[in-house]
């Protein structure tokens, strides 16, 4: 019998079970939930997982709502579920880990003698690259920050990048960055995946409470893409027209105080448009903060009078490059 983890992938059953990586200072092992539903039919495995970063819940409320709805008489395939990779930050709220200070999303493809983010990074590949053939990797804007609802695909030419792009614009979404940034690059877990020659989707929404509407696009956007590589019963959406973007750029804060967003996810913004200002706690606006580019896609902000310090990540803004095809 087929396991991953502890989990079996037992034909026309759902199952549950743990990965084991590491232990903690008391000895006490860091086992990570796993669901698996396995059709009756065979098909592909589609991977999805949540909590890279620890305060990105929504995701991992999803992947189990998702998993609790399937009816796996109606499933071709397997579907594997991880609500929550990166245990340690989601235990700590917390976008890095509180045990070695690192952000797994930038550590892969990790290291079996390193610290923990680099031991869980090396063995979670190791996981996707024996039994994935597709990923789809949910984030959103943490409890700091809310972005829109978009796909994030790697450009590089291959052929795992084509099936990714194809995937992705039949998830629900109009708007797909593909990206060919360095700074998104290097050692997130979509670079290589990529590199493993396997087709992966990251799906970004929300940010903050997680809303109703955010944990729909979640769902939709899983079953969309179930649908499209058929694997149960229905038609992906393909959206009349796509707005391409690529190249961002990352807004940081040079003062600290109260951050006041001056505009909304999905907005389009020009040069020299006010993203925000920086007020202190006298109520005096310190700084503001103006995008540099025309035709910006508003892709991440921050939360409405968020405290920033200086040198924060707090927008970001990506041109649209193109009016994509179907």
Known sequence: MKRIGTAEMVPGKKTKGYIQVGTDTDGSPFNIPIIVATGKKEGPVCWA???IHGEEYGGAASIIRLYQGLDVDQLEGVFVGVPVINLPSFKARSRIS???GENLNRVFPGDPKGTYSHRLAFEVLHLMEAHADYVID???GGIGAEVPFYMIVKEDGTEASEKSLWLAKRMGSDVVWRSDDVMIAGGTITEHTMNKGIPTVTVECGGGIVTEEHEHL???SMLNAMKALEMIPGEAPVQEKYTIINRAEFI???NGGLFIPACQVGDIVNEGDLIGSVMNLY???IE????????AYIAAIGQRYWPTQPGQLIAEVIPVVAGGSK
């Open 49 to 51: 997982h949540g909590c």
């Open 218 to 220: 979640f769902i939709q």
């Open 138 to 140: 949910l984030h959103s």
């Open 288 to 295: 503001e903060l103006r995008c540099s580019k025309d035709n």
């Open 283 to 285: 109520g005096d606006v």
């Open 252 to 254: 940081f804060t040079g």
């Open 98 to 100: 509180p045990l070695d």
